[in-house]
């Protein structure tokens, strides 16, 4: 069946750190890929998608490049601030069936 | 603005006792989800539905139980069925239109047991 591997984590960087996290998927023809961020005590918001082969989506800094050959989509950012603290979601959705990875939670210092 | 309330925010159940968790939208949206979300975990889908009056399990359905009588919304009951119901619970809406579409979610409902 379709599902989402990204890294575990947690992940803890100095403000102005260069961020990845992989997500890797397994999903038959060609799923649209989205990162997800989670606040704590709040739901989850969308941060960036691409549905085809070599899209790159991007917000806020975050950039993520659908990448078919590798099966990836690793979320970047050039420099994070303590503001993008939060829990990060992989995620796939294929014929309707959307599938999350079980999320990297970043905590950015000052 | 548009978006997704669920209540309450918390909520506590006691021993054999059923519990409803309430998600409306005003997004116009046809497909509405419930998750359930556990510590260190991702999201596990427990029911769906594609339109009114029409919905289907996800992989962790036993235990629960949801009705779908109006587009707007879309209502969980946790029964005493449930052994370990303690979770953050998501409801989430999408147009239902396409593998395009993100879901849009609501700020959760944490489920605590007496």
């Known amino acids: 069946g379709n599902s989402v591997t990204q890294m575990e984590g947690p992940v803890t960087l100095s403000e102005e750190a260069f961020l990845t996290i992989n997500c890797t998927y397994t999903?038959?023809?060609?799923?649209?890929l989205f990162w997800y961020v989670q606040y704590p005590g709040e739901g989850l918001q969308l941060l960036l998608k691409?549905?085809?082969?070599?899209d790159k989506g991007s917000n806020k800094g975050f950039e993520a490049t659908y990448r078919k050959e590798t099966t990836s989509f690793h979320l970047e950012k050039g420099s994070v601030q303590v503001s993008d603290s939060a829990v990060y979601f992989c995620?796939?959705?294929?014929?309707?069936?959307?599938?999350f990875g079980a999320g990297t939670r970043l905590t950015v210092k000052p | 603005d548009g978006g997704i309330t669920q209540s309450p925010k918390y909520l506590f159940r006691k021993e054999g006792q059923n519990v409803t968790l309430s998600c409306e939208q005003n997004?116009?949206?046809?497909?509405m989800y419930w998750y359930r979300q556990d510590p260190g975990q991702g999201l596990r889908l427990i029911y769906y539905s594609q339109i009114v009056n029409d919905f289907q399990k996800g992989d962790i359905a036993e235990g629960y139980s949801v009705s779908r009588e109006k587009k707007e919304s879309f209502p969980l009951t946790v029964t005493s069925a449930q052994k370990n119901p303690t979770a953050f619970y998501l409801c989430a809406s999408n147009s239902g239109t396409g593998d395009n579409q993100p879901q849009h979610f609501g700020d959760g409902t944490r489920l605590s047991i007496l």
């Open positions: 999903a038959t023809g060609y799923p649209s």
């Open positions: 995620a796939l959705s294929r014929n309707n069936d959307m599938r």
């Open positions: 997004l116009n949206h046809d497909a």
């Open positions: 691409a549905t085809k082969a070599d």
